[in-house]
């Protein structure tokens, strides 16, 4: 089985996990009530697909525990160009607001997941009616499209070294940790993930990271990466 719905979950459950997102730190209580009425818990196990491309974009997520790969996934040789890795309390699949037909990604559980499925009708509906989520799904958009326009720069203008500092700066200000000895990347990065996302090949990164090692730069822990001096990193 793919997925499972968390039947455990009332829809008082449901509000307490949203109001304790940051999703839904802005929310009010009448919002919050109807979108845990409408919504469904279901659990991912890892690695397993969410929505795959071509998909129907029918409705929004809400990442309760764990979290979830956005990607592409090239037809026929199964590669992937992963475009992010999502923290709990992430919004995601938001195409769906804005696209009549279908997934152009993929959404994958990149750990056990528990996510919230909020039917896009509903979340217009939302947005329709309530400012403070329109404020915020419009902020949402503008950020990722941010956020995607300085990827594109950075595959321009910098080389693969310089796209794998600004990534390791970037994870260790969204997942780190403070450890003795410097800031851990409390996230799990297989080579060919960071591979995947600085578009680079898995043993090119591995070179990269062993210099890095004996430079002093970073370390790895229980296959995570140990940030030991940050300021040797290009600026993100």
């Known amino acids: 089985m793919l997925h499972r719905r968390a039947c455990d979950l009332s829809a008082e459950e449901r509000g307490n996990v949203i109001r304790h997102l ?104 939302g947005m329709a009616e309530h400012r403070e989520l329109y404020d915020y799904t419009f902020r949402l958009l503008g950020q990722r499209l941010s956020s995607a326009e300085r990827r594109v720069t950075d595959f321009a203008l910098n080389g693969i070294p310089t796209r794998l500092e600004k990534l390791l700066l970037e994870y260790s200000k969204r997942y780190g940790v403070s450890k003795t000895g410097g800031v851990l990347i409390d996230l799990p990065l297989p080579h060919r993930e960071i591979a995947s996302i600085v578009g680079s090949t898995r043993e090119s990164v591995t070179v990269r990271l062993n210099v890095m090692r004996r430079e002093g730069t970073i370390d790895f822990v229980d296959r995570k990466i140990l940030i030991k001096r940050p300021e040797m990193l290009a600026v993100a």
């Open 22 to 125: 940051d999703f839904g730190a802005g929310l009010d209580d009448i919002l919050i009530a109807r979108f845990a009425a409408r919504s469904t818990a279901v659990d991912f196990r890892r690695r397993r697909f969410v929505y795959r491309e071509g998909d129907p974009a029918d409705s929004l997520y809400l990442i309760a525990r764990g979290r979830i790969k956005l990607c592409r996934v090239e037809q026929g040789t199964a590669r992937e160009a992963v475009i992010d890795i999502l923290p709990v309390g992430s919004l995601f699949g938001e195409s769906a607001l804005y696209t009549a037909g279908s997934r152009e990604n993929c959404a994958i559980a990149y750990e056990n997941s528990r996510l919230l499925r909020i039917p896009a009708q509903e979340f217009q509906g």
